[in-house]
């Protein structure tokens, strides 16, 4: 089956950090521009960050600019984000997608005290 | 930074019903407009990309047309499974901009 699954999600204190991971399976992410989106509970969608095929290029929301770093290893046909000094504000379901084609189904995470 | 602005916000309609919601670009944005459609407690999934192309898989009732800074995305013969918010998004500059959204009741 051709699917995007997100992991990583969960409770996070203001301030730290937490890393996300999204993997491919049925296709290869090697030939793909790939995106970090996030949606804040009842909120729109939000884009977070892109990266070029070959990681060359990378791109982000001012919001998460120096905070959040993506990545991704096609090897093991994975996308990332690194998220440090989370605040409230970046509690959202995150996904993954492919630049014109396949969403995640999301992972939730949740910066509270 | 690019902003998208859609309309209406939400609308209802009717099963068989044709609708109509646009986008508009703060600046031209060529051909680089998808289309998504978000349902309650789901992922959104790409409807359309690159102002009109269906995707795979996708009715031939959903259609998207426009140039410019104005798009459209339209819905012919209504069925209750569109009940659904749909997003525009710009892929031209980054960021990659998304519409509010509008979401739609039947």
């Known amino acids: 089956e051709v699917q995007l699954v997100e992991s990583g999600g969960g409770l996070v204190q203001p301030g730290g950090s937490q890393r996300l991971s999204c993997v491919a399976s049925?296709?290869?992410?090697?030939?793909?521009?790939m995106n970090w989106v996030r949606q804040a509970p009842g909120k729109g969608l939000e884009w977070v960050a892109n990266?070029?095929?070959?990681?060359?290029?990378?791109y982000y929301v001012d919001s998460v600019k120096g905070r959040f770093t993506i990545s991704r290893d096609n090897a093991k046909n994975s996308l990332y984000l690194q998220m440090n000094s989370l605040t409230a504000e970046d509690t959202a379901v995150y996904y993954c997608?492919?630049?014109?084609?396949?969403w995640g189904q999301g992972t939730l995470v949740t910066v509270s005290s | 930074d690019i902003q998208m602005t859609q309309s209406p916000s939400s609308l209802s309609a009717s099963v068989g019903d044709r609708v109509t919601i646009t986008c508009r670009a703060s600046?031209?944005?060529?051909?680089?407009l998808n289309w998504h459609q978000q349902k309650p407690g789901k992922a959104p999934k790409l409807l359309i990309s690159t102002i009109s192309s269906l995707q795979s898989g996708v009715p031939s009732r959903f259609s998207g047309s426009g140039s410019g800074t104005d798009f459209t995305l339209t819905i012919n013969s209504l069925q209750p499974e569109d009940s659904a918010t749909y997003y525009c998004q710009q892929t031209y500059s980054a960021p990659d901009t998304f519409g509010q959204g509008t979401k739609l009741e039947i």
């Open positions: 049925g296709f290869t992410l090697s030939t793909s521009w």
């Open positions: 600046q031209t944005i060529s051909s680089s």
């Open positions: 997608a492919q630049d014109g084609g396949l």
């Open positions: 990266i070029k095929h070959d990681g060359s290029e990378k």
